[in-house]
């Protein structure tokens, strides 16, 4: 069974960077395509981005788009978000989640991470 760890969030300064990590576990990550979601305080949860098992990309999130790199590296178990250029606007819990194939729905990810904090203030 597939297990999902995030780390790399913390406390940016705006226009700073952050790259998350989303370590596989379990099961070999080729297998999965994998989302990056985030949940704003008093706000539903959202998809970031999600890459599928060939190394495509879906669209971005129009708030990241151009700020906002996804990649993986299946050799490592690993896929990472590049957030550049961050706003007050990103603070959130991000969560990595996999199932076989990208989907616009967020109830159809079946393995999710803890989630990771990431702030963005002054």
């Known amino acids: 069974q597939l297990q999902l760890v995030e780390s790399g969030g913390g406390l940016v300064q705006p226009g700073g960077s952050l790259r998350l990590s989303c370590a596989a576990s379990g099961s070999n990550l080729y297998y999965y395509a994998i989302g990056w979601f985030r949940q704003a305080p008093g706000k539903e949860r959202e998809r970031v981005v999600c890459?599928?098992?060939?190394?495509?990309?879906?669209n971005y999130a129009d708030s990241v788009k151009g700020r906002f790199t996804i990649s993986r590296h299946n050799a490592n178990n690993t896929v990472y978000l590049q957030m550049n250029s961050l706003k007050p606007e990103d603070t959130g819990i991000y969560y990595c989640?996999?199932?076989?194939?990208?989907?616009?729905?967020?109830?159809?990810?079946?393995?999710w991470g803890q989630g990771t904090q990431v702030t963005v203030s002054s």
């Open positions: 989640a996999g199932r076989p194939y990208c989907s616009d729905y967020i109830e159809e990810f079946e393995y």
């Open positions: 890459i599928r098992r060939s190394g495509a990309s879906t």
